[in-house]
């Protein structure tokens, strides 16, 4: 057991998912195909069929579906995940042990995703004739309302009926327009690696002065993503566990002290999701999601009231810590400022790491970091122990 975790280390252990989800969506404010005495101009008229037309592409049913699932699989895509844009602005990071599960989730709603775009492009040649058939009435009607500088009636409804159908994708552009794609990737090395300290401390001595500044340079921006990363780390669990407990005892109030239905469903949800995304073991936050397991497994039938009390301690008691942890978090947070001070003080922005908050971590497979690591230039970041979980009266 650790008083440090090395985040160098621990973010090691999850990779980056840049979710790509894109397909054809058409134009079209209006609902209804207007009728040829709407228009007194032919050109007005085909520029509002062409949006009509392009909205038509895609079936009322089949958007509504296609919009549920891009929504879903962006939803499960958060809930797996932390937000990295300080480093990359498309991708989220979602930690080695949460991957099964957002991957077996995200394949499921990828494979509805390419079963919906394979019933609307078989459907494609029949949609087609259909649209054509409907302009072609439309514009015989708006031919004997509209100016045709003396063109004969079958060339001005292939001319309108062409002329619409020509600005719609055809069956493989529309295909190709859906895309569901997932792409991943580790976080970058300069993030992790300790080359450029290294660097930085060689040329002390012995390099120039541009080697010099620019290795401290990179090495303080490098910390101050990466720390800043962390944080939002802890930030992200300790928001999850106040909104979770939040509902179990508002949901306890609202049922006259029980805990039923998808608030049942959801307190199991909230202590699945916080273990699988505690990947560099804070020990705090799993004293609080044990605690609340072992409520939520307790006694019921007889034993029902004195389950209901634990979870309702429980619950308060995850509450109070994550509240009073998140506040010691903010507070600590460090001003990195302008790095090129340090860089231009000769100064390796060492004197930064006192300000960082430090987490209490149960990853055995490390040693506690001595002076020579804190020299190293090795991001350990950990947070302040908070009081120990309390038992509220009722």
């Not at 957002?102 to 509805?112: G, S």
């Not at 494609?124 to 509209?146: H, I, N, Q, W």
């Not at 903010?330 to 922005?349: L, T």
Request: overall charge neutral; proline content about 3%.
């Amino acid at each position: 057991m650790t008083d440090a975790c090395d985040w160098s280390v621990c973010l090691q252990r999850g990779v980056i998912v840049d979710l790509q989800i894109r397909r054809y969506r058409g134009d079209s404010s209006k609902k209804s195909m207007p009728s040829a005495d709407e228009y007194d101009d032919a050109g007005d008229a085909e520029s509002d069929y062409i949006k009509l037309a392009q909205r038509r592409l895609i079936p009322p049913m089949a958007e509504k579906q296609l919009k549920s699932l891009e929504t879903l699989a962006r939803q499960n895509l958060s809930a797996h995940s932390f937000d990295c844009s300080s480093f990359d602005s498309q991708g989220k990071f979602v930690p080695d042990n949460a991957y099964k599960t957002f991957k077996m989730e995200n394949e499921k709603y990828r494979r509805q995703f390419i079963a919906i775009r394979n019933e609307i492009i078989d459907g494609y040649d029949s949609l087609m004739r259909k649209l054509r058939s409907e302009y072609k009435t439309f514009a015989e009607g708006l031919y004997a309302r509209t100016p045709t500088d003396g063109i004969s009636r079958t060339r001005f409804v292939r001319q309108f009926v062409d002329g619409v159908c020509s600005q719609l994708p055809t069956k493989s552009e529309l295909c190709d327009s859906f895309q569901y794609n997932t792409f991943l990737r580790r976080i970058p090395r300069y993030l992790l690696d300790n080359d450029t300290v290294q660097l930085a401390m060689r040329n002390r001595n012995d390099g120039t002065e541009v080697e010099r500044d620019v290795a401290i340079s990179v090495t303080n921006q490098s910390k101050a993503i990466l720390n800043g990363f962390t944080l939002e780390i802890m930030e992200n669990l300790r928001n999850r566990s106040i909104a979770g407990s939040t509902a179990i005892l508002e949901s306890i109030d609202k049922n006259n002290g029980r805990l039923v239905g998808r608030a049942s469903i959801g307190a199991y949800s909230m202590i699945r999701d916080l273990a699988m995304l505690d990947f560099y073991g804070d020990e705090e936050l799993e004293r609080e999601v044990c605690s609340l397991r072992d409520a939520l497994d307790g006694p019921t039938g007889n034993g029902q009231g004195r389950r209901i009390e634990s979870v309702i301690d429980a619950a308060t008691s995850m509450r109070l810590w994550a509240t009073e942890s998140l506040n010691e978090i903010r507070e600590s947070i460090p001003d990195f400022g302008d790095v090129s001070k340090s860089a231009n003080a000769g100064d390796s922005s060492d004197s930064n790491d006192d300000k960082t908050p430090r987490v209490k971590s149960n990853m055995t497979n490390k040693k506690a970091p001595t002076k020579a690591a804190a020299a190293d230039g090795k991001l350990k970041i950990s947070v302040p122990k908070t009081a120990s979980r309390r038992q509220v009266k009722h």
